[in-house]
């Protein structure tokens, strides 16, 4: 079934009604060397890029994301503050300090560090030692940590993100996807806007040596300020990042990567063109129809549909033919139906990725129909319901 072409869309987007099929393939707009990648625009949530997205695959360094969320709700809460301390242990310094052998603050065997400077030992060096001290200090081992971790990450929709240790050295069970990365960058930049600046910090010293930010996207000049690098030998090189650009701010997350020089490239290469090649427009405007539904057994056999504001959608600035949209719904929708009522969804493509999901609403009230109407409507959906 077809439903008609409305006027804001006129021109610009392919139109139709899909019930229960899934939606048809569709070439990307932009190709990358990476094997999963997750790019969302900030503010409204449009995903403008999705590559293998949900594949479960180590975090590696990039655990610290999660590490920092714990540490900054705690702050916010006011169970910690930035001037608390907390003693470097031998373990931590074992596994994480100078003898590990691994990225390092260097901080010493049973000092007392400053919760300010293991942040940003954390987060501009990606120091173990850091991250264990913390875990240590907050949980009595790292173990109780990691599940605090997985926990809050449940707590702000990370559904499949699952912590072993603070630090993202490799450990059976530790998982993430680069969707949940991205979403996670994104908590992190909205929710503690004080804190989320330590990602922009270009270097660190301490213990008398200076270390520069591990994420090479600060020092190529195009509006990025975080977040963080990580390797595997099974996920390959990864990063999640952001940039900000003329009003527009993205946060992307790849991994899969061969070396940290592509990582370097790849990254630049999306992120530049995620803020530079879509524009911000309203296709609907507040209480503007947007389609209608077909109604079972109802004094109408039409439903018009709503969403609860205004509708905007990120453009491709070109290839606009990339992009289409489709009104989802479980259907035909049986009377009575309530105004306001929810009954499906307005799902937008760019490419073969889905970039938005609007819910849709029932912009009227529609009463049960007169016997002729419900027998005339069970005739048609006999005729037609097994197509669906």
Same mark, same amino acid.
């Given at each position: 079934?077809?439903?008609?072409?409305? $006027?804001?869309?006129?021109?610009?987007?392919?139109?139709?009604?899909?019930?229960?099929?899934?939606?048809?393939?569709?070439?990307?707009?932009?190709?990358?060397?990476?094997?999963?990648?997750?790019?969302?625009?900030?503010?409204?949530? %449009?995903?403008?890029?999705?590559?293998?997205?949900?594949?479960?695959?180590?975090?590696?360094?990039?655990?610290?994301?999660?590490?920092?969320?714990?540490?900054?709700?705690?702050?916010?809460?006011?169970?910690?503050?930035?001037?608390?301390?907390?003693?470097?242990?031998?373990?931590?310094?074992?596994?994480? *300090?100078?003898?590990? &052998?691994?990225?390092?603050?260097?901080?010493?065997?049973?000092?007392?560090?400053?919760?300010?400077?293991?942040?940003?030992?954390?987060?501009?060096?990606?120091?173990?030692?850091?991250?264990?001290?913390?875990?240590? #200090?907050?949980?009595?081992?790292?173990?109780?940590?990691?599940? $605090?971790?997985?926990?809050?990450?449940?707590?702000?929709?990370?559904? %499949?993100?699952?912590?072993?240790?603070?630090? #993202?050295?490799?450990?059976? &069970?530790?998982?993430?996807?680069?969707?949940?990365?991205?979403?996670?960058?994104?908590?992190?930049?909205?929710?503690?806007?004080?804190?989320?600046?330590?990602?922009?910090?270009?270097?660190?010293?301490?213990?008398?040596?200076?270390?520069?930010?591990?994420?090479?996207?600060?020092?190529?000049?195009?509006?990025?300020?975080?977040?963080?690098?990580?390797?595997?030998? %099974?996920?390959?090189?990864?990063?999640?990042?952001?940039?900000?650009?003329?009003?527009?701010?993205?946060?992307?997350?790849?991994?899969?990567?061969?070396?940290?020089?592509?990582?370097?490239?790849?990254?630049?290469?999306?992120?530049?063109?995620?803020?530079?090649?879509?524009?911000?427009?309203?296709?609907?405007?507040?209480?503007?129809?947007?389609?209608?539904?077909?109604?079972?057994? *109802?004094?109408?056999? &039409?439903?018009?549909?709503?969403?609860?504001?205004?509708?905007?959608?990120?453009?491709?600035?070109?290839?606009?033919?990339?992009?289409?949209?489709?009104?989802?719904?479980?259907?035909?929708?049986?009377?009575?139906?309530?105004?306001? $009522?929810?009954? *499906?969804?307005?799902?937008?493509?760019?490419?073969?990725?889905?970039?938005?999901?609007?819910?849709?609403?029932?912009?009227?009230?529609? *009463?049960?129909?007169?016997?002729?109407?419900?027998?005339?409507?069970?005739?048609?959906?006999?005729?037609?319901?097994?197509?669906?």
């Amino acid at each position: 079934m077809q439903l008609r072409l409305l $006027q804001p869309l006129a021109g610009l987007l392919v139109f139709g009604l899909l019930l229960f099929s899934q939606a048809p393939v569709r070439a990307q707009l932009f190709e990358t060397k990476a094997t999963q990648v997750f790019m969302i625009d900030a503010e409204t949530g %449009t995903v403008l890029f999705s590559k293998d997205a949900d594949k479960l695959i180590p975090p590696a360094s990039m655990a610290k994301l999660m590490t920092m969320e714990v540490v900054f709700n705690a702050i916010k809460s006011g169970r910690l503050k930035l001037d608390d301390t907390f003693v470097v242990s031998e373990n931590a310094w074992r596994k994480g *300090g100078a003898p590990s &052998g691994t990225s390092t603050m260097f901080a010493k065997l049973k000092s007392a560090v400053r919760l300010e400077d293991l942040i940003q030992g954390v987060v501009v060096q990606a120091a173990n030692d850091g991250c264990i001290v913390i875990a240590e #200090g907050m949980s009595g081992s790292e173990d109780s940590f990691a599940a $605090q971790m997985t926990e809050r990450a449940r707590q702000i929709g990370l559904k %499949t993100s699952t912590f072993v240790n603070s630090t #993202g050295l490799p450990a059976d &069970g530790q998982q993430t996807t680069v969707r949940e990365l991205a979403q996670l960058a994104v908590h992190l930049w909205r929710d503690y806007p004080n804190f989320y600046r330590y990602y922009g910090q270009k270097d660190f010293t301490w213990n008398k040596i200076s270390q520069r930010n591990r994420n090479p996207l600060l020092a190529m000049d195009i509006g990025a300020d975080g977040l963080a690098v990580g390797a595997s030998e %099974t996920s390959g090189f990864g990063i999640v990042g952001s940039v900000s650009h003329n009003g527009t701010r993205v946060f992307a997350a790849m991994s899969g990567l061969a070396s940290d020089k592509e990582r370097a490239e790849e990254a630049r290469k999306l992120l530049d063109w995620g803020v530079r090649s879509f524009e911000k427009t309203e296709i609907f405007a507040k209480d503007e129809i947007v389609g209608e539904a077909q109604v079972f057994g *109802g004094a109408k056999s &039409g439903l018009m549909l709503k969403a609860k504001g205004p509708i905007d959608i990120f453009l491709p600035i070109t290839n606009r033919d990339k992009l289409t949209a489709r009104i989802v719904y479980n259907g035909p929708v049986a009377a009575p139906v309530e105004e306001g $009522q929810p009954v *499906g969804a307005l799902r937008v493509w760019i490419g073969d990725t889905l970039s938005q999901e609007t819910p849709l609403f029932a912009a009227e009230s529609i *009463g049960v129909g007169t016997l002729p109407q419900r027998a005339l409507d069970a005739v048609k959906e006999l005729a037609v319901g097994w197509l669906r």
